[in-house]
């Protein structure tokens, strides 16, 4: 039973930072994906930053500079460097893992921004 699990969130002021972590349990192999997505109130999920096992990452435009994805691939964990936040980065944030072609995801984090 693959479960994915966050921690990090909080509170934060505008110009602030958190980092966030997410972990995969349960599998020998570790994801080929790992993602963060998020979701404001009133707003789909949205994807955040996503990277591979092999290191390669791509970001939203809208955290493009501010935001820095990584990865343990022996500890099968994902963290989320968040820098410079704004009030518009409040949300929940997802941790989704990819593994044997299926989708996993954990319980959501949440991040508020505001002074």
């Known amino acids: 039973q693959v479960q994915v699990v966050e921690s990090g969130g909080g509170l934060v002021q505008p110009g602030g930072s958190l980092r966030l972590s997410c972990a995969a349990s349960g599998s020998t192999l570790s994801p080929y994906v790992m993602r963060w997505y998020r979701q404001a109130p009133g707003k789909e999920r949205e994807l955040v930053a996503a990277i591979t096992v092999g290191g390669s990452t791509n970001y939203a435009d809208s955290v493009k500079g501010r935001f820095t994805i990584s990865r343990d691939n022996a500890k099968k964990t994902v963290y989320l460097q968040m820098n410079s936040l704004k009030s518009e980065d409040t949300a929940v944030y997802y941790c989704?893992?990819?593994?044997?072609?299926?989708?996993?995801w954990g319980q959501g984090t949440q991040v508020t921004v505001s002074s």
């Open positions: 989704n893992a990819l593994i044997r072609a299926l989708n996993y």
